[in-house]
Nanobody, 113 residues
Framework: QVQLVESGGGLVQAGGSLKLSCAAS??????MGWYRQAPGKQRELVAT???????NYADSVKGRFTISRDNAKNTVYLQMSSLKPEDTAVYYC?????????WGQGTQVTVSS
């Protein structure tokens, strides 16, 4: 059974940093990544990374967030820097072996101004 366990969310002041982690169990995945959902908004892509290291970022986080993964540990990370209040959201880990996709339970990130 696939499980994605996220950690690292919290409250931070604008300009600060946080690092999210997502440990996957039950399978290895071609692609892993992070999405986020702010109150009243749709879930949106933050960043994804393939097992081969191909990376995609949302324009809103380019230059501020860095995604990485440790294939041996089946874990994906999201280093978030220069955080802004508009980054406040629930961040969800995502793992895919198409056509299957899996989601973590979400971790809250709150950026205060």
């Amino acid at each position: 059974q696939v499980q994605l366990v996220e950690s690292g969310g919290g409250l931070v002041q604008a300009g600060g940093s946080l690092k999210l982690s997502c440990a996957a169990s039950g399978n290895s995945f071609n692609a892993m990544g992070w999405y986020r959902q702010a109150p009243g908004k749709q879930r949106e892509l933050v960043a994804t990374i393939t097992s081969g290291g191909r990376i995609n970022y949302a324009d809103s986080v380019k230059g501020r967030f860095t995604i990485s993964r440790d294939n041996a540990k089946n874990t994906v990370y999201l280093q978030m820097s220069s955080l802004k209040p508009e980054d406040t959201a629930v961040y969800y880990c995502n793992a895919r072996n198409l056509p299957y996709t899996y989601w973590g339970q979400g971790t809250q990130v709150t950026v205060s101004s």
